[in-house]
């Protein structure tokens, strides 16, 4: 078992850009959650999927970002029209179930450059 | 509404010496709380969960602490050594829904 996996590791775009950063959960976990990290930030919550489903976005930006888990393969947090302000480190954790976790597992995340 | 406060934000040390971590939270009515270490440019490795039902953890030379009741939780860390030298955090989730909120973090730096 791999772990969380998140790619790319680092990403670079131009302002206006789009970003797709990528989470795969554990083998086994079907509920991903994604947070922020600003420079000098505490990590905040995003949005919180399972499965073709968004449970929780209320962490989310309202335009520009937006979050998706399919039913086959990564979830993925996309960014369009990338600003400054976007730069950060996005990080995913996934847990087996619902509700008060046993812990998460996180993502070595991607850290989001925008020039 | 929940917050988590880590206080304090830096801490140096020599090696070799015990070392104490602070995280309060506002609302005691917590299902759990956890700990992380991030490296530099690196992810979030978790260190020690505590369930409220559950007074401390241990794990090595790290032992957490947790008390509802003050909104409190501690980090304590025997015998630091040079690569301990990381940001701590501590996180507990918002409600049933299990999203984390985390406190800002702990950078402690210990030197040789």
């Known amino acids: 078992n791999a772990g969380v996996m998140q790619n790319p590791r680092h990403l670079v775009r131009r302002r206006g850009q789009e970003a797709r950063l990528r989470c795969s959960p554990m083998?086994?976990?079907?509920?991903v959650y994604w947070y922020r990290q600003l420079p000098e930030e505490g990590l905040k919550f995003m949005v919180y999927?399972?499965?073709?489903?968004?449970?929780?976005e209320s962490g989310m930006p309202k335009e520009r970002f937006s979050a998706e888990f399919p039913k086959e393969g990564p979830s993925i947090l996309r960014i369009q029209q990338v600003v400054r302000g976007d730069s950060a480190a996005y990080f995913c954790?996934?847990?087996?179930?619902?509700?008060?976790?046993?812990?998460?597992?996180f993502g070595s995340g991607t850290r989001l450059t925008v020039v | 509404k929940q917050e988590v406060t880590q206080i304090p934000a830096a801490l140096s040390v020599p090696e070799g010496e015990n070392l104490v971590l602070n995280c309060s939270f506002t609302d005691s009515a917590i299902y759990n709380l956890q700990w992380f270490r991030q490296d530099p440019g690196k992810g979030l490795t978790s260190l020690l969960l505590i369930q409220s039902s559950q007074r401390e953890q241990t794990s090595g030379r790290l032992n957490a602490s947790l008390d509802k009741s003050s909104g409190r939780s501690t980090l304590y860390i025997a015998a630091s050594q040079p690569g301990d030298s990381a940001t701590y955090l501590c996180?507990?989730?918002?409600?049933?829904?299990?999203?984390?909120?985390f406190g800002k973090g702990t950078k402690l730096s210990v030197k040789p």
């Open positions: 083998k086994g976990h079907s509920h």
């Open positions: 999927l399972q499965k073709e489903n968004i449970i929780d």
């Open positions: 954790a996934s847990s087996p179930r619902q509700g008060p976790p046993e812990g998460y597992t």
């Open positions: 996180a507990t989730p918002r409600g049933s829904q299990g999203n984390l909120i």
